[in-house]
Nanobody, 118 residues
Framework: QVQLVESGGGLVQAGDSLRLSCAAS????????MAWFRQAPGKEREFVAL???????GYADAVKGRFTISRDNAKNTVYLQMNTLKLEDTAVYYC????????????WGQGTQVTVSS
């Protein structure tokens, strides 16, 4: 079983930056694809960014060019650097993991709140 713990959320102003971290334990981190999702109040959870087990990345159009996902396999941690934050980035951000040969994310963190104010 993989356990995921997010950190780094908080209250920031529009235009600010924030870095989220997700620490993983209980599995072979380097063999997992890692992703960030988010859920805003009253909305469905949506994909934000992905980094696969060999380091290829993908982003939702809404965050492309502003957010960067990265991983440190030595620290079993995945990061989400968020720059030029907008009001619409306000959400609970979740870290997720899936084995490299799977399509569904089987492991989820508890989420961390990001609030962007004007």
């Amino acid at each position: 079983q993989v356990q995921l713990v997010e950190s780094g959320g908080g209250l920031v102003q529009a235009g600010d930056s924030l870095r989220l971290s997700c620490a993983a334990s209980g599995g072979t981190f380097s063999a997992y694809d890692m992703a960030w999702f988010r859920q805003a109040p009253g909305k469905e959870r949506e994909f934000v960014a992905l980094i696969n087990w060999i380091g290829n990345t993908g982003y939702a159009d809404a965050v492309k060019g502003r957010f960067t996902i990265s991983r440190d396999n030595a620290k079993n941690t995945v990061y989400l650097q968020m720059n030029t934050l907008k009001l619409e980035d306000t959400a609970v951000y979740y870290c997720a993991a899936r084995k490299r040969d799977r399509t569904a994310y089987a492991y989820w963190g508890q989420g961390t709140q990001v609030t962007v104010s004007s």
